[in-house]
């Protein structure tokens, strides 16, 4: 009886936690609109408040969650990849602005490079697990910067540049890690092998990618139906599971898919398909989609981070070597533009819901440096967040009524 009772208190606290979660959520989305404190500075500290000063979430489920954090973290993947992919437009994005994928392409191979040469020689990690580091951290947030952008006045040139890179950076980070993945957990490494194996694992899923995307563009076209979107990530879930039992490159499908799905116009009209969709519809679910992932992520974070010294000079040293290498990148990319435009995108810096899912994945393998590159992750998005919401309140841009 008293462990029946016991149970049901631990439940019922749960489901008060996680009502809480998602109301704080909101008020945290206000309050970034009100005086860009970024969302997920807030949702962080929440968690850290809920686990470590109220003890309101159990031990136990505290534990269950972390032994579900790479399922958590696959799921949410999925979402960002299948959504980051289907925001680049062939004909209005990729191709019309240079910049923004050269900033993309930039963060991520910077950041790579940089933290492997700097974990290696001042901390004596090896080169792949500050490669990896470098990798998670390569991204800008798009959930602090596209909203921002949004209701800023400028240039549709910008605004397009900073789409693109903070969107773009996201997919190459993953396609990146989910590469490195392979190659520290193959055990037997030659090049010729590695090789081989990366064109079977990459060739299996873009042809299913190409055939489910096209597919399902058949399928999407005979339906018309209303929830579309959720049936379609739904798919992409799939894809990515069975893909993944196949060994080939599950997200590299998914992405493919993705793309397809949203290029659907370019698609229909070379299909000769005639499709119906309301894209503003498709939107609302998205966001909504999208804000819980992040809400419950960071919060995640937050809960089962380790607060240590040692940890926060970790993070702050790497957040200032990210900080320092981004104003000479920015500058390179955008030395036509003025000085207030490299301003703006030089404070647009801060890391995101992708930093969080794969610090999340590489937490859920264990051992020492992915465990560490989690505990770094984390003080990195809350200090690169700091640091961008004190410079955006300085960047003198006009708000939009």
Not at 310 to 334: H, K, N, S, T
């Amino acid at each position: 009886m008293i462990a029946s009772l016991l149970q049901i208190s631990s439940s019922s606290t749960v489901l008060v936690a996680v009502a809480l979660i998602i109301i704080l959520g909101y008020i945290s989305l206000d309050l970034f609109r009100r005086t860009r404190i970024p969302q997920l500075l807030i949702l962080m500290l929440i968690g850290i408040f809920l686990v470590q000063i109220l003890n309101f979430v159990p031990v136990d489920y505290l534990n269950v969650l972390r032994a579900l954090a790479p399922i958590f973290g696959s799921l949410a993947l999925v979402v960002i990849m299948f959504n980051g992919s289907g925001d680049l437009k062939f004909e209005s994005s990729l191709i019309k602005n240079w910049k923004g994928v050269a900033l993309g392409i930039l963060d991520n191979l910077i950041s790579l490079v940089l933290l492997s040469l700097f974990m290696y020689y001042a901390f004596q990690w090896p080169p792949i697990y500050g490669a990896i580091l470098g990798i998670i951290l390569g991204e800008t947030s798009s959930i602090v910067v596209i909203p921002f952008i949004r209701k800023v006045k400028i240039s549709a040139d910008l605004f397009k540049t900073l789409f693109i890179e903070s969107t773009l950076n996201s997919i190459v980070a993953i396609l990146m890690f989910s590469l490195a993945i392979v190659l520290v957990t193959n055990q037997s490494f030659s090049v010729l092998s590695f090789t081989t194996y990366i064109l079977d694992y990459i060739s299996l899923a873009v042809v299913i990618g190409i055939v489910a995307g096209i597919g399902w563009l058949f399928v999407l076209n005979s339906l018309k139906s209303a929830r579309e979107y959720l049936a379609t990530i739904a798919v992409a879930i799939l894809l990515y599971g069975l893909v993944d039992i196949f060994n080939g490159s599950a997200i590299i499908t998914v992405m493919i898919f993705g793309m397809i799905i949203g290029n659907r116009k370019f698609f229909a009209k070379a299909l000769k398909l005639d499709m119906d969709f309301n894209p503003n519809k498709e939107k609302v679910v998205e966001k909504e989609l999208e804000f819980l992932i992040s809400t419950f992520f960071f919060v995640f974070m937050g809960m089962i981070t380790v607060l240590s010294v040692q940890y926060a000079i970790y993070g702050l040293v790497v957040a200032l070597l990210l900080i320092l290498v981004r104003y000479p990148e920015v500058a390179l990319v955008l030395k036509r533009s003025t000085k207030q435009e490299r301003g703006l995108v030089f404070s647009l810096m801060p890391r995101g819901v992708t930093v969080a899912t794969l610090a999340t994945i590489a937490y859920g393998m264990g051992g020492q440096y992915f465990t560490q590159t989690f505990y770094i992750s984390f003080f990195v998005i809350a200090i690169t967040s700091i640091v961008s919401s004190i410079l955006l309140n300085k960047v003198k841009v006009e708000v939009k009524k």
